[in-house]
T-cell receptor, first 110, second 116 residues
Framework: GIQVEQSPPDLILQEGANSTLRCNFSDSVNNLQWFHQNPWGQLINLFYIPSGTKQNGRLSATTVATERYSLLYISSSQTTDSGVYFC????????????FGQGTRLTINP | DSGVTQTPKHLITATGQRVTLRCSPR?????VYWYQQSLDQGLQFLIQYYNGEERAKGNILERFSAQQFPDLHSELNLSSLELGDSALYFCASSLRGTGLFSGELFFGEGSRLTVL
């Protein structure tokens, strides 16, 4: 099956810092989503971005499908940004399921 | 609020017991997916239903079963529970479930199962 690798696995930053999270995948995809899992366990949709660039407030994402990677940018971090960020992809061929990476755990200290 | 509703939010039970988790998809969504999140395995796909029919199967144990009803809600049945079944179980829905593009998946808040 498709492999999804996220880096870094852990990231600790001070409030106000910027960060870049990376997601590499091993096959062609036609669905890529970024999620934030907050400390209460909720999975919150951040971006649906199989290709191109999107921005939503302090967050933005870019997917370069031809090179099989996606980046999530968080600017001016706040403590509420803490949690685990997941990238999930669906292969062009095959079942409709999303395959998740192992996540990046982000801790923002005040 | 994603629009996907899962009940119960928390469940504590004993080994050997059986539980049922329920999911109502977003209005208009035809496809339902079940995922299991445990500490050591991450988020694992279990099974997908589209408009009442099973479409894809993942790492779902034989002790587990699911179905999607005519009103499109879904239930995940877990039986002969073991300690290792303790996990967060998520349901997700999407508009489509067939063809090349599934569309965006939206997740419920999850059902946290603890097996003692």
């Amino acid at each position: 099956g498709i492999q999804v690798e996220q880096s870094p696995p852990d990231l600790i930053l001070q409030e106000g810092a910027n960060s870049t999270l990376r997601c590499n995948f091993s096959d062609s995809v036609n669905n890529l989503q970024w999620f934030h899992q907050n400390p209460w366990g909720q999975l919150i949709n951040l971006f649906y971005i199989p290709s191109g660039t999107k921005q939503n407030g302090r967050l933005s994402a870019t997917t370069v499908a031809t090179e099989r990677y996606s980046l999530l940018y968080i600017s001016s971090s706040q403590t509420t940004d803490s949690g685990v960020y997941f990238c999930a992809v669906k292969r062009v061929q095959g079942a409709q399921k999303l395959v998740f990476g192992q996540g990046t755990r982000l801790t923002i200290n005040p | 609020d994603s629009g996907v509703t899962q009940t119960p939010k928390h469940l504590i039970t004993a080994t050997g017991q059986r539980v049922t988790l329920r999911c109502s998809p977003r209005s208009g969504d035809l496809s339902v997916y079940w995922y299991q999140q445990s500490l050591d395995q991450g988020l694992q796909f279990l099974i997908q239903y589209y408009n009442g029919e099973e479409r894809a199967k993942g790492n779902i144990l034989e002790r587990f079963s699911a179905q999607q009803f005519p009103d499109l809600h879904s239930e995940l049945n877990l039986s002969s529970l073991e300690l290792g079944d303790s996990a967060l179980y998520f349901c997700a829905s999407s508009l489509r479930g067939t063809g090349l593009f599934s569309g965006e998946l939206f997740f419920g808040e999850g059902s946290r199962l603890t097996v003692l």
